[in-house]
């Protein structure tokens, strides 16, 4: 059964642009698209979650999606937004990366069902890599002109630029590729609707004008809009980098802070596009946020519905534990099912000195305060704390005469030290 593709994406608010009878075309048949992915990593992130959605939204409306990887677009670099040309990848790196993100994309897309919209996974390279120069120039080169490639925005910004380096004929004829890989699914595969964001509108489009001009027929065209954020910073980003998919460069407790910390008005925004509720759900969802905002239900509602859609509903679980760890009234006890890596990212830039077992020994209350890892200014700081009892120990309140065992240490090698409620330190004790 054919469902309106388009018209759900447009309630999402994923739609920038859509080429004229798109719509209609797409509720006539079972009808194929795709979108491109850039393989110059081995996980995915969370930039490139839209199309992936678009996607997933386009088989549960009946169709059949293709997921393109770029080997060959991959070893020449897409102008589209950006200032630069990027590191080009040999075969070995790029079939690396493929298999890889064919995995993470498992977890949105069918690609074992058996029947008609299955989703399938291509890569350019596979019908690129033969294709001579002269053969490309002869059979693709000669359709397009450049005036027309030079009317593209993306070729006209970095033309523009005050950069000296300007741009190389290599990213110049990228559009000419991507617009052939457009041409090539369409005959091979009937495939007649390009997705990607906003950015890629004019490398779709030069795909469209190839399957008029080379296959006499017609190609259809949608794009999403690029992701911002409200205050102005770049969505998907953080100090530490990209968000990845892959849980080990980005551990599902941080992917999950990630999503718990947006503002309100941007997780209005996320949890149309970034999960699969339903419009009535998401409308009673966002009222009740509303009504109790300083709960966060609408940020953690999305958290747990992202969480577990990219990991696992453990790996949920045990973010959001992690999450409340620090105000759990069974700290001691929840702290130790911890493992080290969601505990290191807990307590992530907090103050940490590393001692021995032996150190440990004759470690007194002064000393882990201050004498032995300053983290106070002075032992007589250290002691007026501890008289007035503000120190801690895994969240248990001590006095001067605390002496530290081994059933302090958590996971082995952690002590959690507190002054007050805002400071907090770590001391790692090395076996």
Partial sequence: MITNFVEELQWRGMIHDVMPGTEEHLMESMQSAYVGIDPTADSLHIGHLVSIMMLRHFQLAGHKPYALVGGATGMIGDPSGK????????????????????????RFLD???????????VNNYD?????????FI?????????????????????????????MSFTEFTYQLVQGYDFLHLYKAHNC?????????????????????RIGNGKGY???????????GTKFGKTEGGNIWLDAERTSPYKFYQYWLNTSDEDAEKYIKIFTFISKEDITEIVKAHQEAPHQRGLQKRLAEEITTMVHSKSDFENAEKASNILFSKSFKTDIKSLDEKTFLDVFEGVPLVEITTSELRDLD????????????????EARRALKENAVSVNKEKVAEDYQFT?????GGKYIILNKGKKNTYIIKVNS
């Fill in 83 to 106: 200032s630069a040309e990027r590191n080009l990848l040999d075969e070995k790196t790029l079939r690396h990366n493929q298999n890889a993100i064919k995995e993470q994309l498992s």
């Fill in 365 to 380: 209350m002064i000393g882990a305060l201050a004498d032995k890892t300053n983290f106070l200014k002075s032992n007589s």
């Fill in 221 to 231: 065209a949608l794009t999403c809009p690029l992701i911002t954020k409200a205050d």
């Fill in 127 to 135: 019908w690129m890599k033969e294709f001579s120069f002269l053969e």
């Fill in 138 to 166: 002869r059979d693709v080169g000669k359709h397009i002109t450049v005036n027309y490639m030079m009317a593209k925005d993306s070729v006209k910004k970095r033309l523009s630029s005050e950069a000296q380096e300007g």
């Fill in 192 to 212: 007649t609707l390009q997705m990607g964001g906003s950015d890629q509108w004019g490398n779709i489009t030069t795909g469209t004008e190839m399957i008029r």
């Fill in 406 to 410: 081994a059933d302090d240490l958590i």
């Fill in 111 to 121: 690609f074992s069902k058996g029947d008609a919209n299955t989703a399938v996974l």
